[in-house]
């Protein structure tokens, strides 16, 4: 016989707006996270109304564990959602401090929601705190283990009343301070699986358990104060473990500890070359997102927080490319992060495919993730120059012997992975990943990573540096001749246009790219201006940065592409999201417009970045006019391209553009680090 109901879930489902409906999509925008908190092994998301929308462990990419996780105030037998109207909201990060606070407020009382995530340990900390007159404080919570509502068991652990969620080597445990009453029960099959819902059998007894889809609550009487703990392990009994030591600390006190951690990591990064205070605010903020983002145990960097698991709006953004990663890795550089770029280079050092080239993306942990468009040349010229710029900035004698085996096998590919007939690159899929054929800016990308492939051999086997530095020197003259056009004076962003043929179609990897995405080929395709046009200069220089040709292509970018509010877009005619002004494109061309001397440009994609921050201080990937976010958030190629212009240029990108579209072993090739320099 199932268990009677409690008052307290009885008095929660009287009270349900939606009465078992749907949940209302209006409520927020799941795409657009507002926040986020982590450790590189927990990673929270949370709405601007302060409900956690999404969990991440034991990696930051993967499983997702929750379905809702809400706080509510009950009084006068009626519960309030804090996350819903009446309330209205405030949100920032604590200075300095991967720690956001939330007020929720009316009127007549305020809410104030502090999160934090333990530097070290898999435990998300909530704090609520109000002047208001006394009441029970509500947390609901609906998980969905590894992303899935099947297969799941929960109980209520009498003894340190929490409640323990539990699937196949993933547990959740939650507790309150005070002392919570906890309730749990479960769903039946085919039943909504809204917030206390009618289809939920009821509470459970002391030593009863339930599986299936199962949910809960806890509820404590809040006098000024109460804090929440969940925590993430392989065991119920180590969760659980987890959360009371959690409780049994003043949060006062894992507070003070989480921003000390944090105030360690800055005082080890440079400092950016201006001291503005809304700059360095945004820069600090991105040196810290970067450890967000970042996995402790494998040193991948996902490109932003996953937001479409279904693929709906698009291919999914939770997972690490070898290309993001190699930006990311010089932004680490650039800001003296050396504790993420070695652990960065050595992610990609083993997610090298066979053929010595890197594959589309990968999740966290290496392995190789969804792909539309597995071969793209660029990731692997990239690749290679950051490895190169990782000498040059830190002489890391034994990093560098590391790197080497897998810098000489990708250079090989690339190598070989040239047509005869023009010297240009083989088709592959562009940097966008949206078509397949020859492209400006991935030839600008391994002509790169050849020029850095062979400063390394001149290291390491002199032999092949030679023939590296030639077959850059001979990519950068195949640009020159096959990628300028005269009748638009410009560089083209590609030729040959469409399915894979000849040597391109021999390598093991499916590619549809052409068909299933942009289409059949465009007449005149290649002459549509394109934002990746810029990589020819920065960073790599395949041609003169200064050059007329380049500062012609940046003519005609900045006429076709700027909009009115100084962004920029990625190409002429670009839809994806709503076709709005990139982040990364705009400080991209800020990076341009510094390599050479034009130092108000450079000011100016600096200051549109700062103007797009959102309320929080995280950057997006698009924004519209108005200046808000209209894609992911955050993005970590937009922080990782704020903190580029806002540090020196690194040695690397300073050398190239004093010797550009040539590869001679010359001191500029071979770049001047001392070994073992001082970090």
């Given amino acids: 016989m199932a268990p009677s109901r409690s008052r307290l879930l009885q008095t929660l489902s009287r009270n349900h707006s939606r009465n078992g409906a749907a949940p209302d999509a209006s409520r927020r925008i799941p795409h657009l996270a507002a926040a986020i908190v982590g450790n590189g092994e927990l990673l929270v998301t949370l709405s601007a109304r302060a409900e956690v929308e999404r969990l991440f462990w034991p990696h930051i990419d993967w499983g997702q564990h929750l379905g809702e996780l809400r706080l509510g105030v009950t009084e006068d037998g009626k519960t309030r959602w804090l ?123 002391a030593g009863a358990i339930e599986y299936g889809q199962v949910d809960g609550a806890l509820s404590a009487q809040l006098d000024g104060t109460a804090v929440c703990a969940a925590a ?102 650039a800001a003296g992060r050396f504790d993420l770029a070695r652990p960065a280079l050595h992610w990609l050092r083993r997610t090298q495919s066979a053929e010595g080239m890197w ?22 010229g990239a690749a290679i120059f950051a490895f190169e710029a990782t000498w040059r900035e830190t002489g890391d004698e034994a990093l560098d012997r590391q790197l080497w085996p897998a810098a000489q096998r990708a250079a090989d590919f690339l190598l070989a992975f040239r047509d005869t007939e023009t010297g240009l690159p083989l088709p592959s899929v562009d940097l966008w990943e949206e078509r397949w054929g020859r492209h400006a800016y991935s030839a600008a990308a391994v002509y790169g990573g050849l020029r850095a492939a062979a400063a390394i051999a001149a290291r390491h086997d002199s032999d092949r540096a030679a023939d590296y530095a030639a ?104 839809t994806y999201a709503g076709g709005n002004a990139w982040l990364l494109t705009t400080l991209w061309l800020g990076l341009w417009h510094r390599q050479v001397g034009d130092d108000s440009g450079h000011r100016r994609s600096i200051a549109y970045a700062i103007g797009r921050q959102t309320p929080v201080g995280l950057l997006p990937e698009q924004c519209s006019a108005s200046g808000s976010p209209t894609w992911v958030v955050p993005l970590t190629w937009s922080h990782a391209m704020f903190v580029l212009a806002t540090r020196p240029d690194l040695q690397i990108v300073r050398d190239f553009t004093a010797a550009p579209g040539r590869a001679g072993l010359d001191s500029a090739g071979l770049g001047n680090a001392k070994s073992k320099r001082s970090l």
């Avoid at 105030?263 to 360095?280: D, F, T, Y």
């Avoid at 820069?283 to 402790?296: G, I, M, P, Q």
């Avoid at 690490?320 to 680490?332: I, Q």
């Avoid at 993730?369 to 040349?377: E, K, T």
């Fill in 83 to 205: 996350d819903e109207p009446p309330f209205e909201h405030e949100q920032r990060y604590l200075n300095d401090a991967n720690v956001l606070e939330t007020v929720a407020r009316t009127a007549a009382r305020a809410f104030t929601i502090s999160d934090l995530v333990d530097p070290v340990a898999p435990v998300l900390m909530r704090r609520v705190e109000t002047n208001a007159p006394p009441a029970r404080l509500v947390l609901y919570i609906r998980p969905e283990l590894d992303e899935s509502v099947r297969y799941g068991s929960v109980y209520v652990d009498q003894a340190a009343r929490a409640l323990v969620f539990y699937r196949r080597g993933r547990a959740l445990a939650l507790g309150m301070s005070p002392q919570p009453e906890a309730r749990a029960g479960r769903i039946e099959p085919g039943a909504p699986s809204s917030v206390f819902a009618d289809a939920l059998d009821g509470s459970l007894q």
């Fill in 232 to 333: 993430f392990a392989a065991t119920p009994e180590q969760a659980t473990a987890l959360v009371a030591e959690a409780l049994a600390e003043d949060f006062d006190a894992a507070l003070a500890r989480r921003c000390q951690h944090d105030l360690r990591v800055l005082a080890r990064a440079h400092e950016p070359l201006e001291s503005s205070p809304q700059l360095r605010r945004l820069y600090r903020r991105s040196v810290l997102t970067f450890d967000l983002l970042t996995d402790r145990s494998t040193g991948g960097v996902i490109a932003a927080p996953e937001m479409d698991e279904q693929f709906q709006r698009s291919g999914g953004y939770g997972f690490v490319w070898g290309r993001d990663m190699a930006f990311s890795a010089l932004a680490f550089l």
């Fill in 359 to 380: 594959l589309h993306r990968h999740c966290a942990d290496g392995s190789l993730a969804p792909s539309w468009g597995l071969h793209q040349i660029d990731e692997t």
């Fill in 471 to 574: 077959a850059a020197s001979e990519i950068a003259a195949a640009i020159e001749h096959s990628l300028w056009d005269e009748r638009s004076m410009c560089f083209l962003r590609g030729i040959d246009f469409g399915l894979p043929t000849g040597d391109a179609a021999r390598l093991p990897y499916p590619e549809e790219i052409a068909a299933s995405v942009a289409g059949p080929p465009k007449p005149d395709a290649g002459r549509t201006i394109d934002a990746s046009l810029l990589g020819l200069g920065w960073p790599y220089a395949a041609v003169e940065p200064g050059g007329d040709r380049m500062r012609r292509t940046i003519e005609a970018l900045q006429e076709r592409l700027t909009f009115e509010d100084g962004g920029l877009a990625r190409y002429d005619g670009d």
